[in-house]
């Protein structure tokens, strides 16, 4: 298999590079934007509230995300305790054991001691699992997105990203909770799960068969498009973009060459399946976070007798918004819009990874899910922010409310610059050279990205064209294309387009959640009550 996608790569490339040299990416580009635009215009579909227009999708998101977190009485900060010791393994006895020592409760009528083991079903830990779900998640967004978010919305923006992933926390707990009640398990072992399941099979179990199937086909159409552009060709530019930068490469087949070899490396993760995939993104993610949250650490406390000025601005700005910033709405749908693309939840793609845990208590899982917001948006993007409003106190560099797409205005240059650029030169101005770290994490948050999303979407792709061995190679040989494709060519378009597909999940992904969160509850009085039959009998 590996010999065959290195011979398919090796004919590739005159083929790419010649469409490099011809243009062929402007001409795809040029010919795709309207539909792009269309697709992102109703992704993004607006309605008029006090003056400003806010996007549906967003009011689905912070509806669903305020409801959860008020229905399951604050898991966010109620439940923490318990994620942490969960996903530490402090209650993995409750797995191990079987039913009768562990004297569990009488399900749908099956008699204790005879239930199956369920236990023994699952392909990776819980924390196997988070890293998967971490590393589709932390990424670009954090480095790049929060740089834009905030010269966009100022620095209230912040405050408004961490409420977004606070109560976003809610939700991940819930469709994770889910993806695990109503994943299957194949006879070899191989776990199949995700919102396309819990969507088809829970609404059929509620009465609704019709509008499940329906919904569960959407979304896995929706993943798929998203794992081949953002989850994957988006990734791979940036990458691309990035490393022929540091290193000052040039040539019309730079991003070819640098596609090829980042498809081979994806391509010997993807083929070895879940396991594979959590075995990589377990060591890549602690190594890559742990990299960028020292050196924010470092930057925070080299500016620690700012800190109490830089929390008044972000705390003042979340309320009374500097002139031209677009008033206080305006700053909350930038931080929520923000947030929602970095933490993802309610799009439900990570239930596709956490699906994949060994356990035989959904809730279990649900509660490792409720960190990864907490990592992603509340730690990461809150110190991401951090910098980048300490730089600006330091040398000015913008003015609040310059930006233009993803793009910032810089004061002294008058030059727009990316969200990556600004963040780059925040940090090395505090850490001189921490571009070429910060490059180097960029390319490992890209490449564990694609690994992940390669899972989202192969699940997904399995859920509409079969099991088969030949479902499975067709759709990995496409993946690893759309890598080279992506570092290739400047497909502007596509990328726009497949962004707006991972928003557009949260349509048929929080419909589900509504209907079904009642399961929910159902699962987490099981884990609770069996945790503390646990520890009376310790």
């Known amino acids: ?69 008020i229905t399951f009485k604050f898991p966010n900060i109620t439940k923490f305790p318990l994620a942490i010791n969960t996903v530490r393994g402090k209650y993995d006895d409750l797995d191990h054991h079987s039913a009768e020592k562990t004297e569990l409760n009488v399900v749908d009528g099956d008699i204790p001691g005879t239930i199956k083991d369920e236990s023994k079903e699952g392909e990776v830990s819980h924390f196997q699992a988070l890293a998967t779900a971490v590393s589709g998640t932390v990424g670009l967004g954090n480095i790049a997105g929060v740089a834009v978010a905030i010269a966009l919305g100022g620095p209230g ?17 819930v469709e994770c909770t889910l993806g695990v009640k109503y994943r299957d398990v194949g006879p070899d072992g191989t776990v199949y799960g995700g919102p396309m399941y819990y969507l088809s099979k829970g609404l059929k179990e509620r009465g609704f068969k019709g509008l499940g199937k329906i919904l569960a086909v959407v979304f896995a159409i929706l993943c798929v498009g998203a794992s081949f552009g953002g989850g994957n060709a988006f990734q791979s530019n940036q990458a691309a973009v990035q490393l022929s930068t540091m290193l000052n490469l040039e040539g019309g087949a730079t991003g070819v060459i640098i596609g090829i070899i980042l498809a081979i490396l994806v391509g010997i993760v993807i083929i070895g399946g879940i396991k594979k995939i959590a075995s990589v993104t377990e060591k890549i993610v602690p190594f890559m976070a742990g990299v960028y949250v020292l050196a924010s650490l470092i930057i925070i406390f080299a500016n620690i007798k700012y800190i109490g000025d830089a929390f008044g601005m972000i705390f003042a700005g979340a309320f009374t918004p500097e002139a031209g910033l677009g008033g206080i709405l305006g700053v909350i749908i930038v931080g929520f819009q923000r947030a929602a693309f970095s933490n993802e939840a309610g799009a439900g793609s990570a239930a596709i990874a956490h699906s994949a845990v060994k356990t035989k208590y959904p809730a279990s899982e649900g509660v490792v899910a409720l960190l990864e917001p907490f990592i992603d948006t509340v730690v990461i993007c809150t110190m991401t922010a951090l910098v980048i409003i300490f730089f600006n106190m330091d040398v000015g560099a913008f003015d609040y409310g310059n930006a233009v797409g993803s793009t910032v205005l810089l004061t002294e240059s008058n030059t727009y610059v990316g969200g990556v650029d600004l963040t780059s030169m925040a940090y090395d101005s505090v850490i001189p050279g921490f571009r070429y770290v910060l490059t180097i994490a960029i390319i490992l948050f890209a490449f564990s990205t694609m690994i992940s999303w390669s899972y989202y979407g192969l699940q ?24 080279v494709i992506g570092a290739a060519a400047t497909l502007d378009a596509v990328i726009k ?42």
Request: hydrophobic share 55%.
């Open 460 to 483: 997904s792709w399995k859920f509409l064209f079969g099991r088969g061995r030949k479902a499975d190679i067709v759709y990995k040989v496409l993946f690893l294309l759309f890598v």
């Open 157 to 173: 923006a912040t405050f408004w990203m961490i409420v977004c992933g606070l109560i976003g926390m809610s939700t991940k707990f």
């Open 1 to 69: 298999m590996k010999y065959r996608l290195l011979t398919a790569f090796s004919l590739l490339l005159p083929l790419l590079s010649s469409a490099q040299e011809k243009g062929l990416d402007e001409k795809v580009n040029d010919a795709f934007m309207p539909f792009a635009t269309w697709w992102e215009g109703f992704v993004l579909t607006s309605i008029p509230i006090a003056g400003y227009d806010l996007p549906l999708v967003l009011i689905l998101l912070i509806f669903g995300a305020s409801f959860f977190t």
């Open 497 to 538: 387009f497949s962004d707006a597909m991972i928003l557009a999940l949260v349509f048929p992904n929080m419909i589900g959640l509504l209907f079904l969160f009642p399961k929910v509850k159902e699962e987490m009085a099981k884990y609770l009550n069996d945790i503390k039959g646990l520890v009376t009998n310790k």
